[in-house]
C-alpha cells in the first residue's frame, strides 16, 4: 500500500477526447472532462491539446472542481536536423509561464523525431532506430531540458512511447544509462511499454528510483496479437479498443504487481489513470469510476 499523503492520483483526458487520434471523443468539451474527472474521484488531471491555452481560464476550471495540473506533455525533436535542437529548447522555455500559473509541476517528454504513431503505417515494424549521433543528441537535448526545467521548479519525466526510438526496456536502460538523475525522471506506462515489446514489471523492478510519474492502463492481448501479426498502426490499434483502464477484467497486465513494487519502493508522486478508448463505446465516467474504486481497493489510494 502506498502512503495516501505522498501519492495523488490523476485521470489522462485522452480517455474521454484522443490526442493521437483527435476523431475519438471529438464532441465531448473540455468542462464536460473535468466535471466526470471529479465526479469520478480525482484530484488532478493531465493536460490536453484541447484544453484551453489560457493559464486564467483553465486554472479557473480547474479550481471550480478541485482538480490539479497534474502533468503536460511536451515533444522533443533533439535527434532532428534543421535547427529543431534549438527550436525544441526555446519551446519549451515558451511554456513555462503558462505551467508556473497553473500550478504544473511535472513535465513529462518524448523524443518523437521519426515516429511513427501518428501515421497510417504499421507501429512495431516502423518504428524509428537512432544512429550514434541522433542518440547522442537526444540525450544531451534531455540534459538540457532537465535542467532548464530543474531552475523553474519543473520536473522533466521521459515518457517511452510505441512508435518511438525509445519504446522496450532495452531502450530505457540505455536512456537512464545516459542521462543524470536529477536531470531526467522516468515515466512509467505500463501499457506503452508492453506494446513495444517490454515488461512492465522489470522495468519498475530495474528503475523504481528513477520513476517519479506513472501512467496506469490496461492491455487487451487479442488486439495486441493483432497489432503485432496484422500489423496495424497504432491508430487502428486505438480504434480496435487495445487499451483499457487498470482494473478492467479484459486486460492482460498484473498491474497490481506493478503498484507493489512502487509502494515498496517508496514512490511518491502521480498515479494517472489512462485508458485511450472511443468514448461512444466505453463511456468515460463509468470506466474511470470503476478504475478509481479498484486503485483504493488494491494500492489504498
Known amino acids: 500500500m502506498f502512503d495516501p499523503g505522498a501519492v495523488r492520483v490523476a485521470a489522462v483526458p485522452n480517455g474521454w477526447h484522443n490526442d493521437d ?20 474521484g480525482y484530484a488532478g488531471t493531465e493536460l490536453g491539446s484541447f484544453y484551453p491555452t489560457d493559464a486564467g481560464t483553465l486554472k479557473r476550471a480547474l479550481d471550480l472542481r478541485g482538480l490539479s495540473a497534474s502533468g503536460a506533455w511536451v515533444s522533443t525533436y533533439f535527434a532532428s536536423h534543421g535547427g ?8 519549451f522555455r515558451s511554456q513555462l509561464p503558462f505551467f508556473a500559473a497553473i500550478g504544473l509541476r511535472d513535465v513529462y517528454v518524448a523524443e518523437v523525431t521519426a515516429a511513427v504513431h501518428q501515421l497510417p503505417v504499421p507501429a512495431l515494424a516502423n518504428r524509428p532506430v537512432f544512429d550514434g549521433a541522433q542518440w547522442s543528441a537526444m540525450v544531451r537535448g534531455l540534459g ?14 521521459y515518457h517511452h512511447h510505441t512508435g518511438t526510438a525509445v519504446q522496450d526496456n532495452d531502450d530505457v536502460d540505455r536512456l537512464m544509462a545516459g542521462t543524470a538523475p536529477d536531470e531526467v525522471a522516468l515515466l512509467l506506462d505500463t501499457a506503452h511499454i508492453t506494446v513495444g515489446g517490454g515488461d512492465a514489471l522489470r522495468l519498475v523492478k530495474d528503475h523504481a528510483d528513477r520513476i517519479g510519474h506513472v501512467h496506469l492502463k ?13 500489423g496495424l498502426s497504432f491508430w487502428d490499434a486505438l480504434r480496435e479498443g487495445i487499451f483499457t483502464v487498470p482494473g478492467d477484467p479484459e486486460g492482460m497486465l498484473d498491474i497490481e504487481a506493478v503498484l507493489g513494487v512502487l509502494a515498496g519502493a517508496g514512490y511518491e508522486g502521480w498515479l494517472a489513470v489512462e485508458a485511450e478508448q472511443d468514448p461512444a463505446t466505453a463511456n468515460p465516467l463509468e470506466y474511470f469510476r470503476n478504475a478509481r474504486a479498484w486503485l483504493r481497493e488494491v494500492a489504498g489510494v
Open 21 to 40: 487520434l483527435p476523431e475519438l471523443g471529438a464532441d465531448i468539451s473540455f468542462e464536460q472532462m473535468l466535471s466526470e474527472m471529479a465526479l469520478a
Open 84 to 91: 529543431a535542437y534549438e527550436s525544441t529548447l526555446d519551446d
Open 144 to 157: 538540457e531540458m532537465g535542467r532548464i526545467a530543474r531552475d523553474h521548479g519543473l520536473r522533466v519525466h
Open 218 to 230: 490496461q492491455v487487451r492481448e487479442p488486439v495486441l496479437t493483432r497489432m503485432r501479426t496484422a
